[in-house]
T-cell receptor, first 111, second 114 residues
């Protein structure tokens, strides 16, 4: 089946640790996105990548980093510099048109 | 960043009632999308609109791309319990926007009572 996978579904991290969230897609989409969602909030863009080996900061990039070494993969690292990392993280991709398709999300909790 | 004003923030309705929600912006958009999100899951695309004035249906859902290109509407007819969830609007700016970059409303939380 074609789609976007995110792993793990739930992630717990101790304060001060870096953690990497996985996002893989087999839709052959060029562009990929990372969003953060907090209760009662819309989706806020963290980073996006329109092509392999290139990515840009979104609206809330501080404390996060990404890489795009393969078309299928766009991992997100939440660093210790992110002050409030507990949130629901969503990965999305888009092909030729504007329709973004989302993965199932990863819920990160910092203990 | 660009703000989309989505209303209402929440709705509590009885099964069988119709639902309306809308999204407005101060900027012109060339694409409007509507998503539904179930608890703990990623948003699922319901309807995509690409032309001012366009009216598109998907089952009991109907969405419209406003004539001014600054708003969009979603209607759900004869609601059922599985309509419960958060509905998001999203749009792509007509100008000055990175290809594919979407801006999202804050969502409408829909609760359906049996």
């Amino acid at each position: 089946d074609g789609g976007i996978t995110q792993s793990p579904k739930y992630l717990f991290r101790k304060e001060g640790q870096n953690v990497t969230l996985s996002c893989e897609q087999n839709l052959n989409h060029d562009a990929m996105y990372w969003y953060r969602q907090d209760p009662g909030q819309g989706l806020r863009l963290i980073y996006y990548s329109q092509i392999v080996n290139d990515f840009q900061k979104g609206d809330i990039a501080e404390g996060y980093s990404v890489s795009r070494e393969k078309k299928e993969s766009f991992p997100l690292t939440v660093t210790s510099a992110q002050k409030n990392p507990t949130a629901f993280y969503l990965c999305a991709s888009t092909g030729d048109v504007s329709e973004q398709f989302f993965g199932p999300g990863t819920r990160l909790t910092v203990l | 960043g660009q703000q989309l004003n989505q209303s209402p923030q929440s709705m509590f309705i009885q099964e069988g009632e119709d639902v309306s929600m809308n999204c407005t912006s101060s900027s012109i958009f060339n694409t409007w999308l509507w998503y539904k999100q179930d608890p703990g899951e990623g948003p699922v695309l319901l309807i995509a609109l690409y032309k001012a004035g366009e009216l598109t249906s998907n089952g009991r859902l109907t969405a419209q791309f406003g004539i001014t290109r600054k708003d969009s509407f979603l209607n759900i007819s004869a609601s059922i319990p599985s309509d419960v969830g958060i509905y998001f609007c999203a749009g792509q700016l007509a100008r000055g926007s990175t290809l594919g970059r979407l801006y999202f409303g804050r969502g409408t939380q829909l609760t359906v009572w049996p």
